[in-house]
Structure formats: C-alpha cells, structure tokens
C-alpha cells in the first residue's frame, strides 16, 4: 500500500504547526507600498527634473528703443531666425522686445550688432534666467487678480 499524503495532511499539520499560507507575504506587502511610493515621488519630481533640464541654458533679455517708438516687424523675424533664439516676442505696447535665447550658444553682442545694422538705438534694460522671469510673470499675474 502507498502511502497517500493527503490523507493524512491534517495529522502533520497539526503535529509541525505548519499551515497554508493565505493572503500577502510581509515581502509582497513592502514590495508593492515601496513601488507605489517610489512611483508617487517620480510623478512629483520628474517634471520638475525635465522642465530644469530644458531651460537651465536660457536666458531672456529685455530691450527698449531710445525713441520710445515700436518695435518694427521686420527687427522681431530677424532676431528670431537667429541660431540659439528660442523665441523673441514684444509686450502688449510693442515698446519692449523680450528674446529667450540659449546662452550656450549665442550673447547679447550678437542681438546688439542686429541692432546696429537696422541703425535703431537700443537700450538693454535687464537679463535674467528665464526660470526667473516666469516665475516673475505668474507672481505678477497673481498680483494683478487680487
């Protein structure tokens, strides 16, 4: 005769103290809340890690004419489709000219010389990160809906 296990499982179940385990192992429980945690700060910090990446070599500049004039058009597409300008945008009275540019890979002497050859007299009124200026701008524009 054979010995059968199963008939006699309970026996040594009880004589072992050895049960079937049900549910998550203690392993299995820390595994899952550590993954969840690991997952919840990425989603905190990994934007922010992309958005530095992106901008940490940009740099905005502000100019305004010596005339008090406008800026013209033609001023703003040709400082745009310089190499190392993100973006050159005028204000909402088109008397300040605002260029995002790559410090890596162009400086203000360059906008200064486009400047020369349109012969229009510009003053530089401030540089700054453009990590700043945004963070400027959503200051003020709180500021103003108060």
Do not use: C
């Not at 054979?2 to 006699?8: G, P, R, T």
């Not at 998550?24 to 992309?50: A, D, W």
């Not at 300040?96 to 360059?110: A, E, H, S």
């Amino acid at each position: 005769m054979a010995y059968d296990q199963e008939k006699y499982r309970k026996k040594r179940e009880k004589i072992l103290g050895t049960k079937k385990k049900r549910g998550l192992s203690f392993t299995m429980i820390s595994t899952i809340v550590s993954i969840v945690f690991i997952l919840g700060l990425s989603i905190l910090v990994i934007p922010r890690t992309v958005e530095y990446v992106v901008t940490r070599n940009l740099d905005d500049v502000i100019y305004k004419l010596e005339s008090q004039d406008r800026w013209p058009h033609e001023v703003l597409v040709h400082v745009s489709e310089l190499s190392g300008v993100e973006m050159a945008i005028v204000d909402r009275n088109s008397t300040r000219l605002v260029i995002t540019f790559d410090r890596n890979m162009v400086d203000t002497d360059r906008f200064a010389s486009v400047f020369r050859i349109q012969k229009l007299g510009a003053i530089q009124l401030n540089r700054m990160n453009h990590r700043q200026r945004v963070a400027n701008l959503k200051e003020e524009e709180s500021l103003e809906t108060l």
